[in-house]
């Protein structure tokens, strides 16, 4: 087995976080043999409204309420690095990391727009993409440019969680839906963030302290 660090990276906009995104982290740990996942808590997406986009600080905070007592790191470090794309922010974890093998998590909802996102047949080169499928997107995913070019490299599950890494390498995970979603989450509750304890911050990944000095920028969409 090898010696590096097995670590998931799971993005977002975690507006809010919720035990939708923690369960199919714990899952992907368990499908494809991972040591632990990191939630990389997009400072902004240009994609999505501005409005009803609660502060990065407040979730961040909602991120580590839902993580809390699992193999789960919460991180800023986007913001931290002042990277504007994806595939900066992986080229900048790797360069950092060397000691750990990285797998990118997605939903299937952002594999049908994946091809929209800057160099994303780097981010495919540069690690593993493994694909949590969602409701209602099977359609969107079988007419995507990307996933037509990902579908090459596809292996399952079982065979990755017990060989060697390679990229690009995709990696098809099914599980039970689960019916949570932010969107459901705001607007049952658009006070939310309203609610969340205060008090310094430190990032679970980098240990610096955070949000006296983090810039806001933008990113592409995320689960």
Partial sequence: MSAQVRTGLLGGSFNPAHGGHRRIS???MTALGLDEVWWLVSPGNPLKPRA???PHEARYRSALAQARRAPIRVTAI????GTRYTIDTLRGLVRRYPEREFVWLMGSDNVAQFHQWKAWRAIARLMPIAVIARPGYDGAVAVSPAAAWLRRHRVAASSFKQG???APTLVNLRFDPD?????AI???????ASRLPTGKLFDQVTHRSIFGHCNSGEHEPRA
Avoid: I, K, N, Y
């Fill in 186 to 192: 705001r607007r049952a509750d658009p006070d939310w």
């Fill in 78 to 81: 986007e913001a931290q690095l």
């Fill in 52 to 54: 009803g986009m609660a």
């Fill in 164 to 166: 060697q890494w390679s």
């Fill in 26 to 28: 714990l899952f992907a």
């Fill in 179 to 183: 019916p949570r979603s932010a969107t």
